[in-house]
């Protein structure tokens, strides 16, 4: 049993029991209705701003679509500017085009012309080369050639003759030397120079120890330098003792020769790393020279040479120059004579002008006389052989 109030329930009763669970369902209910009033109207509360807010945002699509037709209406003259402009583009970029590739189609020309230009040169260039190539070749077995010639003796004597011959022809006249002298005592010498006295003739031997030379630019180890240093020692030394012996003769020919080498290397090679063989040949009087300065001493023989002449032909010239003295003389008196000749004729030639001066005086004067009472004091008169008489010969 439960009491409520003043009452009591009676709970074993189904009807009660019953009208209870109705009663209580019902104010179930009723909280619930209460609960669900509450909640619509805090939701109705929490409605009305969002009703705004929605009426806010109806109005605001409706904006964004009045906004969207015109933004169409915009799009659609952007479209037709953009298809205007898209057309304008496409036809400057045409015509740029047509431009570039006409100015590409030119440059292109040009290029070809200056490439073939280019080729050409670069064929005869190419042709020059191939020509070059071929006289170096040929200079090749020139070469080979004149290591050939230069590795016999006999051949080797003969080019540097023929080099001496040459430095001879330009530096001398021809009848001041002569080639392959013999000497008294037997030898035969390449070139020997006339020089005047006291100097006398002079020997130039062309053969040079270019074998020994040979071997010391081709040594490689010490042991081959130093034989080669000894070898070119010796060769030098015999044939400076050599050229001594044979070509300096005293009274016959001058107080020393000359050893001509025809290689400025040999020359440069003996006075830079032996000087001492250069003394040596001082010391024999025997001269060691190089092509250059052959030359120089050959100039230098060639005013020594020069200058005996000149004193040889001195007393000539005295004879000739005291013989044009007396022509001159012979000159200048027959000018004075004709001088007075010239005087005399001038003279005459004056007497001639003054007697036709005078006679032509006379003549006009007889023109206007009167032959019947002509002066017999005033008759010209006539010499013998119809001669006219000057005025201091007219008889009186």
Same mark, same amino acid.
């Given at each position: 049993?439960?009491?409520?109030?003043?009452?009591?329930?009676?709970?074993?009763?189904?009807?009660?029991?019953?009208?209870?669970?109705?009663?209580?369902?019902?104010?179930?209910?009723?909280?619930?209705?209460?609960?669900?009033?509450?909640?619509?109207?805090?939701?109705?509360?929490?409605?009305?701003?969002?009703?705004?807010?929605?009426?806010? =945002? !109806?109005?605001?699509?409706?904006?964004?679509?009045?906004?969207?037709?015109?933004?169409?209406?915009?799009?659609?003259?952007? $479209?037709?500017?953009?298809?205007?402009?898209?057309?304008?583009?496409?036809?400057?970029?045409?015509?740029?085009?047509?431009?570039?590739?006409?100015?590409?189609?030119?440059?292109?020309?040009?290029?070809? !012309?200056?490439?073939?230009?280019?080729?050409?040169?670069?064929?005869? +260039?190419?042709?020059?080369?191939?020509?070059?190539?071929?006289?170096?070749? /040929?200079?090749s077995g020139n070469v080979l050639s004149l290591q050939d010639i230069l590795s016999n003796k006999q051949t080797r004597g003969a080019f540097g003759e023929i080099q001496l011959h040459d430095i001879l022809a330009k530096a001398l006249p021809r009848d001041s030397y002569t080639?392959?002298?013999?000497?008294? !005592?037997?030898?035969?010498?390449?070139?020997?120079?006339?020089?005047?006295?006291?100097?006398?003739?002079?020997?130039?031997?062309? /053969?040079?120890?270019?074998?020994?030379?040979?071997?010391?630019?081709?040594?490689?180890?010490?042991?081959? =330098?130093?034989?080669?240093?000894?070898?070119?020692?010796? @060769?030098?030394?015999?044939?400076? +003792?050599?050229?001594?012996? /044979?070509?300096?003769?005293?009274?016959?020919?001058?107080?020393?020769?000359? =050893? #001509?080498?025809?290689?400025?290397?040999?020359?440069?090679?003996?006075?830079?790393? #032996?000087?001492?063989?250069?003394?040596?040949?001082?010391? $024999?009087?025997?001269?060691?020279?190089?092509?250059?300065?052959?030359?120089?001493?050959?100039?230098? =023989?060639?005013?020594?040479?020069?200058? @005996?002449?000149?004193?040889?032909?001195?007393? @000539?010239?005295? /004879?000739?120059?005291?013989?044009?003295?007396?022509?001159?003389?012979?000159?200048?008196?027959?000018?004075?004579?004709?001088?007075?000749? #010239? !005087?005399?004729?001038?003279?005459?030639?004056?007497?001639?002008?003054?007697?036709a001066e005078r006679a032509g005086k006379r003549a006009a004067r007889l023109d206007n006389f009167d032959f019947e009472d002509v002066a017999v004091d005033e008759a010209v008169a006539v010499l013998p052989l119809g001669r006219i008489t000057r005025p201091e010969e007219t008889?009186?």
């Amino acid at each position: 049993m439960i009491s409520v109030g003043a009452a009591t329930l009676n709970l074993n009763d189904p009807l009660t029991l019953a009208g209870a669970i109705a009663a209580m369902v019902a104010l179930a209910v009723l909280a619930l209705l209460l609960v669900v009033l509450r909640r619509a109207r805090r939701t109705a509360d929490l409605m009305a701003p969002l009703a705004q807010q929605l009426q806010f =945002m !109806n109005a605001r699509v409706q904006a964004l679509g009045d906004g969207q037709q015109q933004l169409s209406g915009g799009l659609s003259g952007v $479209a037709e500017a953009q298809a205007a402009a898209q057309a304008r583009m496409l036809h400057l970029m045409e015509t740029r085009l047509a431009e570039v590739t006409a100015r590409m189609a030119e440059n292109l020309h040009g290029s070809a !012309n200056r490439t073939a230009q280019s080729l050409g040169e670069l064929q005869q +260039r190419l042709m020059t080369i191939d020509k070059a190539q071929a006289n170096i070749e /040929k200079l090749s077995g020139n070469v080979l050639s004149l290591q050939d010639i230069l590795s016999n003796k006999q051949t080797r004597g003969a080019f540097g003759e023929i080099q001496l011959h040459d430095i001879l022809a330009k530096a001398l006249p021809r009848d001041s030397y002569t080639w392959q002298a013999t000497l008294s !005592n037997g030898r035969r010498a390449d070139c020997l120079i006339h020089l005047p006295s006291p100097t006398g003739p002079i020997v130039i031997d062309s /053969k040079f120890p270019l074998d020994a030379y040979e071997a010391l630019r081709r040594g490689g180890t010490d042991h081959e =330098m130093r034989a080669a240093v000894a070898g070119m020692r010796t @060769a030098v030394r015999a044939h400076i +003792r050599a050229i001594s012996e /044979k070509y300096i003769l005293e009274g016959e020919t001058a107080d020393g020769a000359l =050893m #001509f080498l025809p290689s400025e290397a040999v020359y440069a090679e003996l006075h830079g790393n #032996f000087p001492e063989l250069v003394r040596e040949g001082f010391a $024999a009087r025997v001269w060691i020279v190089s092509p250059t300065t052959c030359m120089a001493t050959l100039h230098t =023989m060639r005013a020594i040479l020069k200058d @005996a002449r000149m004193r040889e032909q001195a007393g @000539a010239i005295r /004879k000739t120059l005291r013989q044009l003295h007396r022509d001159v003389e012979m000159v200048v008196e027959r000018v004075d004579k004709l001088n007075t000749h #010239f !005087n005399q004729a001038r003279a005459d030639l004056d007497g001639i002008g003054t007697a036709a001066e005078r006679a032509g005086k006379r003549a006009a004067r007889l023109d206007n006389f009167d032959f019947e009472d002509v002066a017999v004091d005033e008759a010209v008169a006539v010499l013998p052989l119809g001669r006219i008489t000057r005025p201091e010969e007219t008889p009186t």
